[in-house]
């Protein structure tokens, strides 16, 4: 930069003079008697305080302390406005499949029921396809099956492997075997909503959208009774390993009912958001081999362990796992927290977390991620 009225060259620390420079007209001229004045090389001048030239010269121990001191506080203090930057762990997210809702092959439109068989596949009732997806424990698509299913909204496995679907639109239960085929129909009187293997009795838990709760015998397909929760018309099951089923309602109540005494109330509690001043409904309801109780999360987008009792113990997965808003969940014999999610908006998912340690992804971190 150059001051043009004084023709001096200003630089950052002071100036020099600039001499007019006046055209050479032979070599001998340039290099012999102008040499001096065309190819020097500026010096700048200090034009600083004495006191100020003191505080920063090398030369000084103490000069030299006190410019350090003084440009470590000015780089502390241009800290203090930069963001902090968290370093996240490892996400719980082993897989998810689906995205927009779709009728291809891997994609869900709807995905309501979800179950695990025995040999670890994972059946999914795509309720806006009316198909069941079975995918295997990794959550690559396998085969679908849709013989006469109007949207299928909830789905189990018996023990030998064959599949029994809640037919929603067309009011009945129908049973296939392991490779989709019909094998025969169970009517209903209303349409039901959620279906629950009971895991001592081998027993069959059907809820149906007018509020009852119907138990039916697995090996005749008959009906026990029935009974009406003490809950709203909008719940999940799932059953302990005492056999008892497991209610949670919109309002984030769950009740335990004795099946051996014909639905008498054991236990009771209210879930527990992940935080405080959150409210939690429920999204799907699973119990563990140690009789804790997992819950999700739909409105905040977590996965909620519980103990037997109802204590809030931790947040299995968060939204910083990726987990969306979950409608159905359950956990696999290989360990894998499997997941189903979507929303009017939004894509529609089946997720694989981890929940315990599986061989198949032992030490493969995020490898087998997917959009």
Avoid: W
Wanted: charged share 25%.
């Amino acid at each position: 930069m150059t001051d043009f009225q004084t023709r001096t060259r200003i630089h950052g620390s002071g100036y020099s003079f600039t001499t007019i420079r006046n055209p050479c007209h032979s070599f001998h001229e340039l290099y012999k008697e102008r040499t001096q004045i065309h190819f020097r090389r500026p010096f700048p001048h200090d034009c600083r305080l004495d006191a100020t030239r003191r505080y920063t010269d090398s030369s000084v121990f103490e000069a030299k302390v006190f410019s350090e001191g003084v440009r470590l506080t000015a780089k502390s203090c241009g800290q203090l406005a930069r963001k902090e930057e968290r370093q996240t762990g490892v996400s719980k997210l082993i897989y998810a499949v689906g995205g927009r809702p779709s009728a291809l092959e891997g994609k869900f439109k709807f995905p309501k029921g979800l179950a695990v068989s025995p040999n670890t596949d994972i059946f999914v009732a795509d309720s806006g396809n009316n198909r069941i997806q079975v995918l295997n424990q990794c959550g690559v698509f396998k085969y679908s099956f849709n013989e006469g299913l109007n949207q299928p909204s909830a789905i189990a496995v018996l023990p030998n492997n064959e599949p029994i679907v809640a037919d929603r639109r067309n009011k009945r239960l129908r049973l296939f075997d392991e490779y989709g085929e019909r094998k025969y129909d169970i009517n209903l009187p209303y349409q039901p909503a959620e279906i629950v293997l009971l895991d001592v009795s081998n027993d069959l838990a059907i809820s149906n959208q007018n509020g009852l709760v119907e138990i039916f015998d697995t090996e005749t397909f008959n009906k026990k009774y029935s009974f009406r929760p003490n809950s709203t018309k909008i719940f999940q099951m799932a059953t302990n390993n005492e056999g008892n089923l497991l209610i949670a309602d919109s309002n984030a109540k769950v009740l335990t009912y004795s099946i051996s005494s014909k639905s008498q109330i054991i236990n009771s509690f209210e879930a527990e958001a992940c935080k405080d001043g959150l409210f939690c409904e429920p999204g799907g309801i699973y119990v563990n081999p140690f009789n804790q109780i997992i819950i999700g999360d739909a409105l905040n987008h977590t996965v909620n362990l519980y103990g037997e009792t109802g204590l809030y113990i931790k947040a299995l997965v968060t939204p910083s796992d990726d987990c969306g808003a979950v409608r159905r969940l359950v956990i696999g014999k290989e360990g894998h927290l499997v997941t189903s999610e979507f929303s009017a908006n939004s894509k529609h998912y089946v997720k694989l977390f981890r929940y315990r340690k599986c061989v198949c992804h032992y030490g493969r971190p995020n490898s087998s991620r997917s959009e």
